[in-house]
């Protein structure tokens, strides 16, 4: 349901939308549903949302201090039920030897075309062990 306050308005129109419905019309291409931003992790953790990507790829990255240095990585595939459509995903980022503080959780999609960066979704957590 849309709330408005003018001049700001927040929501989006939801009447009749069920959550396979908001899947395919209006959710962005990766979404990331745990962990939540500003999350505290041990690690090792899990990492778990659902995707529409080419192949069903999902890449990622975590970086420690947030966004400079990458200290784990890697990719999974997404369990769609068919192309275009999206489906969950999950992986564990594994144990990071210890590295600590606030971290940045990236999971994209890379482009066949060019190999750039696409659907992007950041999660900023803390990694407190």
């Known amino acids: 349901v849309q709330t408005c306050a ?11 939308l069920t959550r396979s419905g908001f899947y395919d019309a209006v959710a962005p291409g990766i979404v990331v549903e745990r962990p939540i931003p500003g999350e505290q992790l041990n690690s090792p ?55 600590t503080g606030d971290a940045l959780l990236t999971v994209f999609e890379e482009s066949a075309p060019d190999g750039s960066r696409v659907n992007v979704y950041e999660v900023p957590i803390t990694v407190t062990g």
């Open 6 to 16: 003018l001049p700001i308005c927040h929501g989006l129109e939801a009447r009749g």
């Open 45 to 99: 953790f899990t990492v778990s949302g659902f995707s529409r990507t080419f192949e069903s790829n999902v890449q990622w990255e975590l970086t420690l201090p947030a966004g400079e240095t990458v200290v784990a990585s890697g990719f999974t595939t997404a369990q769609q039920p068919d192309v275009g459509v999206h489906g969950p995903f999950e992986l564990t980022v594994g144990d990071l030897g210890g590295a």
